[in-house]
């Protein structure tokens, strides 16, 4: 190794590179600064130095060079997903949806996983759909996943997964994997069904850019936009429009939306955040307007204002990266801040508990999750609590009842 190479492998990055690398990754994927996080962005400053020297990599971020922007993609890559993650939307695919493209006779269901991480949500949605359609066999199944890093992309080909993948809270609902037991053990890899791969195919697309392909059906584009910057964030829902048929479906995750894109209007109830694109008014009747109205904005984000919800939304985030990240003072820190802008938010005081259980601290954790119990036995048990996930009460109940019966539990 030459004096010049070593020098390179060890130079740290210094806070001039992590903000250009900051910058590029803001402008090339579309997350907010906050979505960003300090340590995978040092990670792979730190790889990247040991490729080139530090001018080098100045250029090359300046010229937006494919290899670092791929590695940038890859460090804010957030591919926190599970198997039939949101059932409820599953259920309505199964119930309401699938019944309609049969009364349709259609040919061809095309589906688009935007943003599908490592490929849970689109090898999960073609197994409901097979099992959903399996009365119409005529019609043809297409589900598109896209994602931004190929990593993710190479993980999801490979179609084997783990107990991660594979969480209680969303119970496997379509055959699904190469086994003969239909709920396989969760602590096990598995392999997704032959049948099931041969309905998906990836790609590597960017959802700030323009997509080549036929309308779809159904998109889902799910815990994604909430990373986004807002702008970033109008400008992927733009794009996700643009491919939606004129009937269409787009479903959401919790967090991902700060108001209804105005082209759409809610398809079932309004918390499941699934929407149908509206109908085209008849080109042969003008609409009517008021000349004193005052008008609307077109932004499908429209009025972006930054509610007390909108910051609650955004320290959760904060917190559930930190906590990925195992920076576990740093996401303390994050839940405090939570709870002080919402006493009451239940998501927030069952985080912090499991977090002191993790750090050792089975005092801490039991008062919490006892306060955790006693708030949602308050609710009704199948009263819909918002958060990351929405959930009902009765999840927060039992989750704190296993938790305090429990060795940790008694503290």
């Known amino acids: 190794m030459t004096r010049e190479e070593s020098t390179s492998r060890d130079a740290a990055p210094d806070a001039a590179l992590l903000e250009a690398l900051a910058a590029a990754a803001a402008a090339f994927t579309g997350f907010s600064r906050e979505a960003i996080l300090p340590d995978p962005l040092a990670r792979t400053a730190r790889e990247l130095l040991s490729i080139w020297q530090r001018d080098e990599l100045f250029a090359r971020i300046k010229r937006g060079d494919e290899r670092v922007l791929l590695a940038l993609a890859q460090a804010v890559s957030v591919a926190e997903t599970f198997f039939f993650r949101h059932p409820e939307q599953f259920r309505f695919i199964e119930d309401v949806l699938a019944p309609r493209w049969i009364a349709r006779h259609s040919e061809i269901v095309r589906i688009w996983s935007a943003g599908c991480a490592t490929g849970e949500e689109a090898y999960s949605l073609a197994a409901t759909l097979q099992q959903a359609l399996s009365s119409a066999p005529q019609i043809r199944i297409d589900v598109l996943a896209t994602d931004l890093a190929p990593r993710n992309l190479a993980l999801a080909q490979a179609a084997t997964y783990g107990a991660w993948s594979q969480r209680e809270s969303a119970p496997i609902r379509a055959p699904l994997f190469e086994a003969q037991d239909a709920q396989p053990a969760r602590n096990k890899f598995v392999r997704v069904l032959e049948s099931v791969r041969g309905v998906v195919r990836f790609a590597e697309h960017n959802l700030l ?92 984000l429209a009025p972006e204002v930054k509610t007390n919800a909108r910051v609650v939304n955004e320290v959760h985030l904060r917190a559930l990266m930190q906590l990925e990240s195992r920076e576990l003072v740093q996401a303390e820190q994050s839940l405090r801040a939570l709870l002080a802008l919402a006493p009451d938010y239940l998501p927030g005081l069952l985080e912090r508990a499991l977090l002191h259980a993790r750090r050792g601290e089975p005092a801490a954790a039991t008062a919490l999750m006892r306060e955790v119990h006693r708030r949602a036995r308050a609710l009704a048990p199948e009263a819909d609590v918002a958060g990351p996930q929405t959930l009902p009460a009765r999840f927060y109940l039992e989750s704190a009842e296993a938790f305090l019966r429990s060795a940790g539990g008694r503290g």
């Open 209 to 300: 850019a323009p997509l080549d392909e036929s309308p779809f059906d159904l998109i889902l584009c799910r815990n994604v936009l909430v990373y986004f910057s807002p702008a970033a964030a109008e400008r992927a829902l733009d794009g996700l429009m643009r491919q939606l048929a004129p009937d269409g479906v787009m479903m959401f995750g919790s967090m991902d939306l700060h108001a209804a894109p105005q082209a759409l209007m809610h398809e079932g109830p309004a918390e499941s955040l699934i929407f149908r694109r509206r109908p085209e008014p008849p080109t042969s009747v003008p609409r009517r307007t008021n000349p004193d109205a005052t008008p609307q904005s077109e932004s499908p």
